[in-house]
């Protein structure tokens, strides 16, 4: 059972433009999320995270909205660039980041010159 | 500081043959994560180990993999005997008590012929 599912496997987006990357959780108990980004053949590195007593978090051009009653979070990156081309993570983990992260399957995002 | 280090990047064998994987993870850090990435089930947790001690083994597949850490700068998880189903990219990663973004290792492909 999926307890965080990314349900895009691939986004194709201009540079410049905004990439839009959704991710939706089962459980209730999460608390704390965050995005990893990951470059073929390497492992996945952090990107930005929340807690659920916020709705957004903002680092730069990379900003995670949260919606709790919708079990929905999303994270933009404006503008999108070249370099950005990665598979990106959603995780979720509960009591406060304590608990062990659960991750989604990831979507491939690839930003086009 | 050298990240978290996994060794071998590569390993290729034999069905029924028993294979190790090795970490070391960032100084300091008291938690350490084993996860398995494969396409159909993602980024999956195998183990993880705080203060050297396993915390939650549940993601473990059967009693064919183990896991150990002697003391807080190594750690290996042990596939005795593979099979190909095992195949896939396995990923270390460590945290300080308390720091929700893990460090990851470049993983280890493992495939099993």
């Known amino acids: 059972d999926q307890q965080v599912k990314q349900n895009s496997p691939s986004l194709s987006v201009q540079e410049g433009r905004i990439s839009i990357l959704n991710c939706d959780y089962t459980?209730?108990?999460?608390?704390?999320f965050l995005w990893y980004k990951k470059y073929p053949a390497e492992g996945p590195t952090f990107l930005i995270s929340?807690?659920?007593?916020?709705d957004k978090n903002e680092d730069g051009r990379f900003t995670v909205f949260l919606n709790k009653s919708a079990k929905h979070l999303s994270l933009h990156i404006v503008p999108s660039q070249p370099g950005d081309s990665a598979v990106y993570f959603c995780?979720?983990?509960?009591?406060?980041?304590?608990?062990?992260?659960?991750f989604g399957k990831g979507t491939k995002l690839t930003v086009n010159p | 500081d050298a990240g978290v280090i996994q060794s071998p990047r590569h390993e290729v064998t034999e069905m029924g043959q028993e294979v190790t994987l090795r970490c070391k993870p960032i100084?300091?850090?008291?938690?350490l994560f084993w996860y398995r990435q494969t396409m159909m089930r993602g980024l999956e947790l195998l183990i993880y180990?705080?203060?050297?001690?396993?915390?939650?083994d549940s993601g473990m597949p059967e009693d064919r993999f183990s896991a150990k850490m002697p003391n807080a700068s190594f750690s290996t998880l042990k596939i005795q005997p593979s099979e190909p189903r095992d195949s896939a990219v396995y990923f270390c990663?460590?945290?300080?008590?308390?720091?929700?973004?893990?460090?990851f290792g470049s993983g280890t492909r493992l495939t099993v012929v």
């Open positions: 100084s300091g850090h008291n938690s």
């Open positions: 459980n209730s108990m999460f608390d704390y």
């Open positions: 995780a979720a983990s509960a009591r406060g980041g304590s608990e062990k992260l659960v």
């Open positions: 929340i807690s659920s007593i916020k």
């Open positions: 180990f705080n203060n050297n001690v396993p915390i939650d």
């Open positions: 990663a460590s945290s300080p008590d308390g720091d929700y973004g893990y460090t």
